[in-house]
T-cell receptor, first 114, second 114 residues
Framework: EAQVTQNPRYLITVTGKKLTVTCSQN?????MSWYRQDPGLGLRQIYY???????DKGDVPEGYKVSRKEKRNFPLILESPSPNQTSLYFC?????????????FGEGSRLTVL | AQSVAQPEDQVNVAEGNPLTVKCTYS??????LFWYVQYPNRGLQFLLK??????LVKGSYGFEAEFNKSQTSFHLKKPSALVSDSALYFC????????????FGKGTKLSVIP
C-alpha cells in the first residue's frame, strides 16, 4: 500500500530536549516536505527536498533541521524544542517537480513542548 | 509573494443541497491550484487540481472546482452535499512547473447538516 509514515504520532517533551520526527515514503517519490498545522493559520511549509541531498527552506524554517540522505526518508529534527513549536506536523511527498502540488500526506505527528 | 485565501472559516449546508467552498489566490504566472480535504485526526487527502485547460475540473467524491482567472478564484463545489462530506477543506496553489513551494489557505470547516 502506498503510504507516508510518520513517527511518533504523539509526543510530549520538554524545552530543550532534542527530538526527531521520522518520515518515510514507499512510492519512490522525489519530492518531500514538512508542514506544521496550527489553528487559524492553516498549513505552513517548514522545509522541502527536491531529491537526495537537496533541501531548502520553506516559510517557517527557524528552529528546525532536515536531512535527505536516502530517497525514502526525510526526518525533521528539533535541536532545542521550545513551546512555540507545539503543533501538528505533517510530512508529505510527491512524484517530482511537475507534480509538487499533488501531495500524499502522512497521518500527522502531534508534538507538545512543555 | 504568493497567497491563497479562504474567506470563510466555516460553511454550513443542509444534506442534499449544493455546496460551495470559496478560494481566491494571488499567484504569479500560470497558477497550479489544488483542493485537499482533512477528516478528523487524519492527514490531508488530494481532491482535485487545476493546471491548464478546462476551467471546470472534476475530482474525487463528486467534487468539482471552477477556475476563474478574472476573479482569481478557484471555488470548490458539489451538487448535492452528504453528511460524510463534513470535514476541513484546504485550497492550495503554486506558480507552476518548477515551483516547489505550495501555499495553503487557512482552511474552511464544512458541516453538512442532516
Amino acid at each position: 500500500e502506498a503510504q507516508v509514515t510518520q513517527n511518533p504520532r504523539y509526543l510530549i517533551t520538554v524545552t530543550g530536549k532534542k527530538l526527531t520526527v521520522t518520515c518515510s515514503q514507499n512510492m519512490n517519490h522525489e519530492y518531500m516536505s514538512w508542514y506544521r498545522q496550527d489553528p487559524g493559520l492553516g498549513l505552513r511549509q517548514i522545509y522541502y527536498s527536491m531529491n537526495v541531498e537537496v533541501t531548502d527552506k520553506g516559510d517557517v524554517p527557524e528552529g528546525y533541521k532536515v536531512s535527505r540522505k536516502e530517497k525514502r526518508n526525510f526526518p525533521l529534527i528539533l535541536e532545542s524544542p521550545s513551546p512555540n513549536q507545539t503543533s501538528l506536523y505533517f510530512c508529505a511527498s510527491s512524484l517530482g517537480q511537475s507534480n509538487t502540488g499533488e501531495l500524499f500526506f502522512g497521518e500527522g505527528s502531534r508534538l507538545t513542548v512543555l | 509573494a504568493q497567497s491563497v485565501a479562504q474567506p470563510e472559516d466555516q460553511v454550513n449546508v443542509a444534506e442534499g443541497n449544493p455546496l460551495t467552498v470559496k478560494c481566491t489566490y494571488s499567484v504569479s504566472g500560470n497558477p497550479y491550484l489544488f483542493w485537499y480535504v482533512q477528516y478528523p485526526n487524519r492527514g490531508l487527502q488530494f481532491l482535485l487540481k487545476y493546471i491548464t485547460g478546462d476551467n471546470l475540473v472534476k475530482g474525487s467524491y463528486g467534487f468539482e472546482a471552477e477556475f476563474n482567472k478574472s476573479q482569481t478564484s478557484f471555488h470548490l463545489k458539489k451538487p448535492s452535499a452528504l453528511v460524510s462530506d463534513s470535514a476541513l477543506y484546504f485550497c492550495a496553489g503554486h506558480s507552476g512547473a518548477g515551483s516547489y513551494q505550495l501555499t495553503f489557505g487557512k482552511g474552511t470547516k464544512l458541516s453538512v447538516i442532516p
